[in-house]
């Protein structure tokens, strides 16, 4: 593989009308984070046209790829996402490492928009020359938002960030989907806000490897700590994970800057377990096998839909119309029965 340093030197001989792969790659490799933000934008395009350069990029990135520590973060809306990642993402930048924050942002089921406010809610952060904040609408779909993710993530490894941290929108589907494609999985909770051994899904608990309270401050405290021991004795009532790690519950104030360096150990004995166990090498594989059957599906859907487009259609009025039940139009679809 070229070195970064031959890849700098690289990028600087391509002028800059010469938006091609190597132009891209080039300044992806040699940090450029202008050059790695219109990847990007490349990515998440639907035009058929940027599809093809993105994937060609994409191809090149990927043997600099696959050496960073993969993080999900999720949690309902007021529990502090933001606030967390900004405090705990600058004292990671401080221990020498190149931050990336993937954050997904919810667009509108209406107007398809989407607020992409996070740069503003993680002001510090933003401006840290060790952190790249990049938020991407759903557009109304989690899985396109998954096959970016994973292919951004690509870039983002590339281009040297070591740390990758993914924000989702809340506590759903996502949480799901972004699960398949990191490392290590924190659940944000607030303590005082109802039942919440109750009020949190089963199967979002299994995912997580740390179970994080935040604002464990002031009145909050007593609360917090309750919270805490409630769940260490709940999680061992459940199954085993694979990756033979036991999930741990922490106390933060971000605002306070208290209970970060204990989440950043933990984060780091995580992975110093999974790497001597295999676990890590061997997910990762299971997580690209998965990539490669839900990028299959992906196609199917949408050729699908494009070749039976017209036929579609016709179907859909049948159904309006009480003429069919969709299980029979969707046969008779199949059957080219119309």
């Given at each position: 593989m070229?070195?970064?340093?031959?890849?700098?030197?690289?990028?600087?001989?391509?002028?800059?009308?010469?938006?091609?792969?190597?132009?891209?790659?080039?300044?992806?490799?040699?940090?450029?984070?202008t050059i790695l933000s219109k990847a990007i934008t490349l990515i998440e395009s639907n035009l058929e046209k940027h599809q093809n350069t993105a994937?060609?990029?994409?191809?090149?990135?990927?043997?600099?790829?696959?050496?960073?520590?993969?993080?999900?973060?999720?949690?309902?809306?007021?529990?502090?996402?933001s606030?967390?990642?900004?405090?705990?993402?600058?004292?990671?930048?401080?221990?020498n490492r190149r931050l990336c924050v993937l954050a997904i942002d919810p667009s509108s089921e209406q107007s398809k928009g989407s607020i992409l406010g996070d740069k503003t809610r993680m002001e510090t952060?933003?401006?840290n020359k060790n952190a790249f904040i990049r938020p991407s609408p759903t557009s109304?779909?989690?899985?396109?938002?998954?096959?970016?993710?994973?292919?951004?993530?690509?870039?983002?490894?590339?281009?040297?960030?070591?740390?990758?941290l993914i924000e989702t929108v809340g506590v759903g589907q996502s949480e799901t989907l972004?699960?398949?494609?990191?490392?290590f999985f924190m659940?944000?909770?607030?303590?005082?806000?109802?039942?919440?051994?109750?009020?949190?899904?089963?199967?979002?608990?299994?995912?997580?490897?740390?179970?994080?309270?935040?604002?464990?401050?002031?009145?909050n405290m007593l609360k917090s700590k309750l919270a805490k021991t409630q769940f260490e004795s709940a999680l061992h009532y459940f199954p085993k994970k694979e990756s033979n790690w036991t999930p741990t519950v922490s106390l933060v104030s971000a605002l306070e800057n208290v209970g970060i360096e204990e989440v950043w150990q933990t984060t780091e004995n995580y992975f110093n377990t999974i790497k001597n166990n295999n676990f890590l090498k061997n997910n990762r594989k299971e997580q690209t096998v998965k990539w490669l059957h839900e990028t299959i599906m992906d196609k199917l859907k949408a050729d699908f839909y494009k070749n039976k487009f017209d036929?579609?259609?016709?179907?859909?009025?049948?159904?309006?119309?009480?003429?069919?039940?969709?299980?029979?139009a969707v046969k008779q679809l199949f059957e080219q029965k119309i």
């Open positions: 070229i070195s970064k340093k031959q890849n700098i030197e690289n990028f600087k001989k391509l002028k800059k009308q010469e938006y091609n792969t190597d132009y891209y790659v080039s300044g992806i490799l040699s940090g450029n984070k994937q060609q990029i994409i191809e090149k990135c990927l043997p600099y790829s696959g050496n960073s520590m993969r993080i999900g973060i999720t949690g309902i809306p007021g529990v502090g996402k606030t967390f990642i900004e405090t705990f993402g600058n004292y990671i930048t401080q221990k952060l933003s401006t109304g779909t989690l899985g396109g938002v998954a096959r970016r993710t994973r292919e951004i993530i690509i870039l983002c490894e590339a281009a040297g960030f070591d740390t990758i972004v699960n398949s494609m990191v490392d659940l944000l909770m607030i303590a005082g806000a109802g039942d919440e051994l109750q009020g949190i899904k089963r199967g979002i608990m299994e995912m997580a490897d740390n179970i994080i309270f935040t604002k464990a401050d002031g009145n036929e579609i259609k016709k179907l859909e009025q049948k159904t309006i119309n009480s003429e069919l039940t969709p299980y029979i």
